[in-house]
């Protein structure tokens, strides 16, 4: 009876508004503890459906269809997103292709994308230049990958076919490897494949959070530096990317630092539209234009940019 699902939903809305409202938001697991209550409830719910209870012709006919088509809609889901079960949402949450909008890190993205990323850059380098735009005969994949995977090991690597770099990366836990250090001076129209837990910038540690005036104003005083590194000749620009200057020993970090303010604005530009593909559902993939490069890395600032500090200024008028 509902006398006796009481206690179960007091626990539910309780502890619901608690971890809601709590500090610590690394995950969806620590909203777990509401799922036994929540499963009782449905049971309870169950009840009115059942086909075998006693009543009328239509309240047997009723229940028994809707057993099989909420039964129905389950397998459905599920044999959809085979097999990425990890990033798995339901169609009320808009299914796996609008996960990242709701959550990232453990409870969707644990690096796993990169089988699924090598075999999405091979289908479209077999379509050959034609489908490049502008992008030439040996389009650019540009990665900014979260986990603890190598995705040498998976050969996603410079190849005849395609060229493989890295914008900021983030591989906590492990040394991180120099093909995800080096810093990419000059970007150009390719393939931007970022993680999920990088589009929605919870591991950018130079520029986390939403895109705002502050960072707005930060970068364009780095891309101005970035137009007149780029004048120099390659074997002095060499020779400053990799810190061998005495008098500039720590350009690496300096560009590093860039190179998250940099991806922060490319990602707030991407989280305003739709991906081009969604390999794993672990990596957004965004197909990038000359023009549009262009207006993302010089143009006018993205949306959010003023959206944030509007809701910025109305908190702190409180």
Known sequence: TMFRMWPLIVLFVLYWITAINQNLNIGHRHMLPVYPGMYVFCGMVGRFFDFRRSGGS??????????????GLVVWEVAGVFPYFLPFFNSLAGGPRNGYRHLVDSSLDWGQGLPALKSFMDTEAAKGPAAFQDMGSRPILYMSYFGMGNPPH?????NDKYEVLHLHSSTSGAAKPRHITEVV???HPGFYAIGASLLQPVYNSHAPG??????????????????R??????????????GQVPELHDMQRMLKWIDGFRLGRLCAFFREGEPY??????FNVYKID?????????????????????????????
């Open 58 to 71: 239509l309240t047997k006919l009723v229940g028994t269809v809707m057993s099989i088509l909420g039964t």
């Open 154 to 158: 998976h050969n996603l690597t410079s």
């Open 185 to 187: 001076v000059s970007l």
């Open 210 to 227: 939403n895109w705002n005036v502050h960072y707005e104003t930060q970068y364009r005083q780095m891309a101005r530096f970035l137009n």
């Open 229 to 242: 590194l780029t004048t120099v000749p390659e074997p002095l620009l060499q020779a400053l990317v990799q």
């Open 277 to 282: 593909a969604q390999p794993s559902y672990a």
């Open 290 to 318: 000359g023009g549009t490069l262009k207006r993302y890395l010089h143009g006018p600032a993205p949306v959010e940019t003023y959206k944030n500090d509007i809701v910025f200024l109305r908190v702190s008028l409180r």
